[in-house]
């Protein structure tokens, strides 16, 4: 899913290690890294990027990426783990094969001691041949290398056997082999060692050709004390007791896979597991007293059926013998595909049947879903390189879906997918600081940049489009193909294209060419706005498209080859005709405009374009179809239109209104319908797009009176309808009355702050919070926190130092809802105390103080004064800087919140891995001050307008 690496700087010839950390923001996932500093002592040396570069003969190691001269073949790997030293020593022996002759064996190792290894690197002939001598080697830092030199050339064709032995330490950071911890029954603390490799962290736990290409396979042995259970990628082979008590376990084989795959994880863990009918075992293994609750079933549950499931739908079998999932306390993100050992954060794999949770389960469904998708996307085949990473991401976070709804058929989960996927991404992608999801990363370092919400949700929502305009049997024909012909090996974007193309003519589309589509979504940032003009007295349409971008005012200084134009496939449907089969059409970048045949729609007759929000655009009308398509919402028939259309038509209207191109009393006149709305999809949306008049105007106190008063009118009849009472008929119900009770409760329905606060008292008196049901939990704190004082806070902190995973995770975001700006500091600094707070949750704490309204200046100075800590522990992480940036700055939309940025920026001309968001928070402030002086009086009449009964 995702990873990272490490920092080095360079000081006076010497490699000082800085500790390496991480935080887990959710479900998301963060970032790569790898930032290389070189201080001190005169040279420089800078890096070549790609191969082949100059001065590659001579000194090959100054080249970033590794030379295929010489390309692994299998490693024996041997690592013995002190789990309380938290020393590992370690042996290595690389077969490899040469393609091209050379003296000199260059592979990746880092932080490891080679020269304290027991004995020096040494290499032999396969058969016949007889190796060269190594007369000498070296660690060459900048690039992370170790060099053997040799007297002779390796022989092309040959095969050769590298011996390296090493000594290396469990790190305290989440990369590489580390060493993570927790408080058992009896209030010991138990140590596990684990590893998290992607994308640069197995050179940290022995030396390797540490790059997605350079495929081999793997036979580990992880040598450990009794009491501990070991696991690997593959199933145990053989285990033999040492004489010194030390118990070392072989793994099988593995198949040919990248490095950044492998897994190591010594535990006293204990599992629950199931035995497919073919054979192929699932384990899910936490602390032994979660196992023992039962809170590994759930995921045992899903995660063996979703691996049937996948087996079916690709048609390619699973081909390893075990699949191990793995809950680990110290997590640096969501999760990471491993093959056969997937590892997540605790919260993320683990579900309490006992405190009931149709959001929680849809989590852990949802993400073994993802990572099960990666056995085949990035596993079986991985991308050649790092750009090539949307591919395997976007793939996972699409087909995700697909697995989730099949172990949850009662939930109809794509309608969540405009929703979940699309939304958020889309405000991103309209910005002129965007990026192209296809990026090239020329040096290893840029790859740590590339885990975003572009590669994530943009991928997925490009290739749920795709799959849609060539139709689901043609598209599961196409990936069967090229997973088959690319299994064991890598491949580029284009080959999925091609196999998709071949697909497709063979199903019939003759004329389609999936890379000319594909190309113009994937090698240029943005995504069209579609006009729709109809002409309502002869019953056509004319379509027209345009880069979208939310600021009316910015200039694209980005050039296109294509133009910022695209190939769009256009869905749509008239009143009283199929959402299930809506009527499709092609706007070509070369095009103009586009006649739509609306198929006699009368001129009362809405029109909609963009049917499910499959496609990746906007979709503005003339105002004559706004008008018809908002009067029927207001009708008893809105339901006709499906609940993903409803919340698009306010997120689009809304996002236009924004952009300048349609009248934001328009767009408001849209969300009037919303008193009918009980669908959480469509409202979960509507609060979203909605939620930018409180960003612009929420210190603005009349109006943003007003509006709380306007958002508490329309959630009321939902609000009143389901209560507190718990509804557990099925999914969409339970969240429903979630968001509906959220909803009043944040907007300060009196009713509902009244209860919660009475929910959260009967936990202080009783100090026990049965009584709250599991879904209502971070509505009942953030509520009573937000309306109650000191002793709710204090409360709630002490509950957090003691909680479980989950509850905590609740209490971290609801202790931020305070709107006392002393608890707000006092909180801030307790979260740099890794001692309270885990080191990966503290960027959580000071996003989840940016976004409320009271903590957004306190959260910007905080990080303005405690900069420097925030880049010492979470730069390597470029996800995390630019997360914490973007919450803490999500509210900026004053002249005075811009001069703050821009003195800040003066101040600190280097911003590390938060340089994008930086930019894209400049951007956003401009973009704000501009909407608030061109809509405040005209948002302020439209509030005063219904006052008056209007
Ligand atoms: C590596 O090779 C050496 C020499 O052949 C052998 O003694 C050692 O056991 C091997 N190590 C591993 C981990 O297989
Ligand atoms: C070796 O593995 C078997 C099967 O997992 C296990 O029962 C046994 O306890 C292990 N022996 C040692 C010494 O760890
Ligand atoms: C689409 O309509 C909006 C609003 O009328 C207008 O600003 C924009 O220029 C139009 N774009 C095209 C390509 O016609
Ligand atoms: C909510 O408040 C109402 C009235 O104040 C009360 O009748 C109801 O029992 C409360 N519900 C809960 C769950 O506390
Ligand atoms: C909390 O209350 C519930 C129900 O009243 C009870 O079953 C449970 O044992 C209590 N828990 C504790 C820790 O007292
Ligand atoms: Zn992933």
Known sequence: MSGFAKRYSFRSGKVHDESCKTHNSGPLAIAACCVLFCLGIGLIIGFEAGRGGTGGQSRPWQQVRLPETLLPIHYDVELQVDVTAFTVVGQVNVTLRCATPTRHVILHSAELDIIGGDGTPGIQGSGDVIAPRITSWFLYTENQYLVLELDKALTKGAVYTVNLNFRGTLRDGLIGFYRSSYVNKDGQTRYLATTHMQPMGARLAFPCFDEPAFKATFTVTLVHRAGYTALANMPLENNVTRNDGWIADRFQRSVRMPTYLLAFVVSDYTSVGTVSSSGLETRIWARPAYIAAGMGDYGLDVAHKIVAYYEEYFDVPFP???????????????????????????????????????????????????????????????????????????????????????????VNVMEQFAYYRCQAVMEDDSLTSSRPIFQPVNHPDESREIFDSITYSKGASILRMLGNFVGESTFRKGLKSYLERNAYSNAVQDELWEALTLAARADGQTDLDVKTVMDTWTLQMGYPVVNLTRDYGRGTAQATQQHFLLDPTATVTVPSDFGYRWHIPLTYTTRGNSFDLPEQAWMRPDQDTSPVNLQGAGSDDWVLVNIHRVGYYRVNYDLTNWQLLTDYLNSDLYEEIPPDNRGTLIDDAFNLGRAGQLDLSTALDVTRYLVRERHFVPWSMAKAAMNYVETVFGSVNDLNDNWQAYMVQLISPFYNEVGWTLQQSDYNTEVGQVLAISTACTYGQPGCVNNATALFRRWMDTNNNSHIPETFKSTVYCTAIRYGGGPEWDFAWQRYLEGEPSEQSLLLSAMACSRDADILRSYLERSMDAAHVRRQSAPDVISYVGRSGVGKSLAWNFLVDNWDFY????????????????????????????????????????????????????????????????????????????????
């Open 871 to 950: 880049v010492e522990n979470f730069d390597e992480t470029q996800f995390t800087m630019a997360s914490i940036v973007s919450s803490v700055t999500k509210q900026f939309s004053s002249q005075e919140d811009l001069d703050n940025l821009e003195q800040f920026l003066r101040d600190h001309p280097n911003q590390g891995t938060a340089t994008r968001a930086f930019s894209q928070a400049v951007d956003t402030t401009g973009a704000n001050l501009r909407f608030r002086r061109d809509n405040e009086s005209k948002i302020r009449a439209w509030l005063d307008g219904l006052n008056r009964g209007n």
């Open 320 to 410: 390893l013998p075990k699949i191990d999932h793995i809950s680990i306390p110290d997590y640096s993100i969501g999760a990471m595909e491993n093959w056969g050992l997937i590892t997540y954060a605790e919260s993320l794999l683990l579900y309490d049947a006992r405190r009931p949770s149709a959001s929680l389960k849809r989590g852990v469904a949802q993400i073994v879903a993802h990572e099960l998708a990666h056995m085949w996307f990035g596993n079986l085949v991985t991308m050649e390189w790092w750009d090539g990473i949307w591919l395997n991401e976007g793939f996972a976070s699409y087909v995700q879906y697909l697995g989730y709804g099949y172990v949850e058929p009662d």
